[in-house]
């Protein structure tokens, strides 16, 4: 399923080169959208570009930028995003950068736990906060994740980092209702990009070019939060019912 052409401002996409993003803004192409795309690597920006023009985007503009480095994404926030939004308005956002930090290695280690908060809690947050106030009638998407929902042993660190986004979305799409500004927060499950290669396969997990489709969607409907795939809404309104006496007890 594609976009359907319906004349609105370009698309910026953080974290474009990754999986999930990369199938976003395919479908975008094809429907004759303009892109922006914010990445850490040039090179991979490039080969994405090509393929986003060849596959029918209207234009391709492109920011190599190191998420995690907040101090110059904030800079670029507040100085090149608005050069470029006066030179083709943005009405749409999607911030879809993040790491899946190995839970066993770094629990104990105070340093590597808060460099991945840089990247999945903190650079996030800072781009709706950035953004928000500039996108009357737009629409800033997040990816956070299922993991958010509630914490498990084998993987708060990055559940924790999720959850506090989808929380400060909450807060932010009640500040912003009243000015237009729609706050989408996406809460996939298992997805078979590279960043679960090391995962063991399942049939719970879903393509990216299934995700995909579901953001494209969600972006469309204007809705608030969205389980993808659906059946993730149940699954974890089944674990939030857990009583705490029993679940710290599972080795979950």
């Avoid at 629990?107 to 950035?130: C, F, G, K």
């Avoid at 997040?142 to 708060?156: E, H, K, L, P, W």
Wanted: net charge positive; glycine share 8%.
């Amino acid at each position: 399923m594609t976009e359907q052409r319906t004349g609105q401002g370009d698309i910026l996409i953080f974290g474009a080169t990754s999986c999930i993003a990369e199938h976003v803004a395919r479908q975008y192409a094809a429907a004759g959208r303009g892109l922006f795309l914010v990445a850490r690597s040039e090179e991979k920006l490039e080969i994405v570009k090509k393929d986003l023009l060849a596959r029918g985007a209207a234009r391709v503009r492109t920011a190599a930028l190191d998420l995690g480095e907040l101090a110059s994404l904030q800079r670029w926030l507040r100085e090149d995003f608005h050069a470029l939004h006066r030179e083709s308005p943005i009405d749409t956002v999607l911030v879809a950068h993040g790491v899946l930090p190995d839970q066993g290695a770094i629990q104990d280690q105070w340093s590597e736990i808060a460099r991945s908060y840089d990247v999945n809690l903190l650079s996030p947050l800072l781009i709706v906060t950035e953004l928000a106030p500039h996108l009357s009638g737009g629409v800033i998407a997040v990816i956070t994740s299922v993991a958010g929902d509630r914490g498990r042993q084998s993987n708060y660190i990055y559940g924790a980092a999720k959850g506090g986004v989808s929380l400060y979305l909450q807060g932010v799409r009640n500040r912003f209702a009243k000015q237009g500004v729609h706050i989408l927060d996406i809460r996939p499950g298992f997805v078979d990009t590279p960043m679960t290669a090391h995962v063991k396969k399942g049939p719970l997990f879903a393509s990216p070019e299934q995700v995909a489709s579901g953001i494209v969607h969600a972006v469309r409907k204007r809705k608030d939060i969205v389980y993808l795939p659906w059946f993730w809404r149940f699954i974890l309104f089944i674990i939030k019912l857990i009583p705490e006496s029993l679940f710290k007890k599972l080795s979950l």
